[in-house]
Nanobody, 118 residues
C-alpha cells in the first residue's frame, strides 16, 4: 500500500524553526517529485515547496522563499521541509503529496499541524 506520512509539526514561537518530514512507504520516493502544501483555517490549500526527481531542483512559494528549505534523503525514503524564521502566517496544516501540482497528486499524507504563536 502506497502511503505518505508527515511528521514534525508542533507549536513554535515566531522566529523559531521546525523540520517537517514526509516518509513514504510502498514506493520509492526518488522516482517522484514531492510537493509540500499547506492549508490554514478558512483558506484554500496552497503549494509551499516542491523537489523534483531528476536533478532535485526545487521550487518555493514567494511567501516562504529564503526561509524554507526542501530536501530529500533517498536512503531514508524521506523528504524534509526545514522551516526557519517562522511567522504567524505560516500556521497551517502541512501536507506532502506525490506531485508539485495539487491537481496532479495521487497520494497525500494525513497532514501535520504547525502553530506559530507566542
Amino acid at each position: 500500500q502506497l502511503q505518505l506520512v508527515e511528521s514534525g509539526g508542533g507549536l513554535v514561537q515566531p522566529g523559531g524553526s521546525l523540520r517537517l518530514s514526509c516518509a513514504a512507504s510502498g514506493f520509492t520516493l526518488d522516482y517522484y517529485a514531492i510537493g509540500w502544501f499547506r492549508q490554514a483555517p478558512g483558506k484554500e490549500r496552497e503549494g509551499v515547496s516542491c523537489i523534483s526527481t531528476s536533478d532535485s531542483s526545487t521550487y518555493y512559494a514567494d511567501s516562504v522563499k529564503g526561509r524554507f528549505t526542501i530536501s530529500r534523503d533517498n536512503a531514508k525514503n524521506t523528504v524534509y521541509l526545514q522551516m526557519d524564521s517562522l511567522k504567524p502566517e505560516d500556521a497551517a496544516i502541512y501536507y506532502c503529496a506525490d506531485a508539485c501540482q495539487e491537481v496532479a497528486a495521487d497520494y497525500w499524507g494525513q497532514g501535520t499541524r504547525v502553530t506559530v504563536s507566542s
